[in-house]
């Protein structure tokens, strides 16, 4: 067998556990699913203590595994510019950089920060998990909503503290970056804890307006009627009620699938 041969089956076995509908292109997936969840977990708990050896360790591993899958990805993939322009694409390659490199010394602290964008990867698994059960395809919007608002409070969570642990005093700790953070975005604001000077009150800011606005909308979804993507044949409006026979914008007989729940 040349080398070129060897090459394109390699690649066609890879692209099949990627892309495939066999048991065993099903197990892999969720393998990668419970390995990025556990990423994702000792990502945020980590950020939680001070760096050690072991957890620097732990970082490279894993760093290692998001680097392979990553390369995996983006070789069997059709259209590599848009994989790697993706924002989950560039996310995964600001957590590697940021796995790799070492981060015990304070001069590479703030790389801390970045690794909560690995919440990113979090759609991919969603996308995965709404094909396989009902429970996901029916809580799609909701889902993603508190995951686009997870995704904001950590991010934020951990530039107030990289920003702030060293010059404030009220944040010891990822804890209290992390009160700050939820009690800012809710308007509570007790103001037992405040930013000083003028990039503190912008960093405030920012997380009032934009988390504010994510929690609304995860409020609006949580409240309003359920609906199911589905694209009316006539007039193209894919959002419709759970059971809808007739699409409400031009009327067209509905065939909206559903298993039989109430």
């Known amino acids: 067998m040349t080398t070129g041969t060897h090459k394109n089956s390699l690649k066609t076995r890879i692209r099949e ?24 977990t000792f990502l945020i708990t980590s950020s939680f203590f001070t760096p050690s050896l072991v957890t620097e360790s732990i970082d490279v591993l894993i760093g290692l595994g998001i680097l392979l899958d990553f390369s995996a990805r983006i070789w069997i993939s059709r259209n590599r510019f848009h994989d790697l322009l993706h924002p989950a694409g560039i996310a995964d390659i600001i957590v590697i950089g940021s796995l ?34 009902s429970f996901f395809k029916r809580n799609e919007l909701t889902i993603f909503s508190a995951i686009n608002l997870l995704i904001f409070i950590f991010v934020m969570t951990a530039l ?73 044949p006539d007039c193209g409006l894919s959002r419709h009620d759970a059971d809808a026979v007739h699409c409400k914008h031009c009327g067209r007989v509905l065939h909206i699938g559903n298993e039989g729940a109430t």
Request: overall charge positive; some cysteine; proline content about 3%.
């Open 17 to 40: 556990l990627y892309e495939g509908q066999s048991k065993r292109a099903y197990r892999f997936r969720y393998v990668l699913l419970v390995f990025d969840l556990a990423t994702i």
């Open 100 to 133: 790799l490199a070492p981060v015990v010394g304070e001069g590479l602290a703030f790389l801390r920060a970045v690794r909560t964008l690995r919440l990113m990867r979090s759609y991919q698994l969603l996308i995965r998990l709404r094909g396989d059960f």
């Open 160 to 232: 107030v503290f990289e920003t702030q642990h060293r010059v404030n005093p009220a944040i010891s700790n990822y804890a209290d970056a992390l009160y700050f953070t939820v009690t800012t975005l809710t308007t509570t604001g007790f103001g037992d804890i405040t930013l000083p000077g003028t990039s503190g009150r912008i960093l405030s800011v920012v997380i009032m307006i934009f988390g504010v606005s994510l929690f609304l909308r995860l409020i609006q979804v949580l409240f309003r009627a359920p609906k199911v993507n589905y694209e009316c």
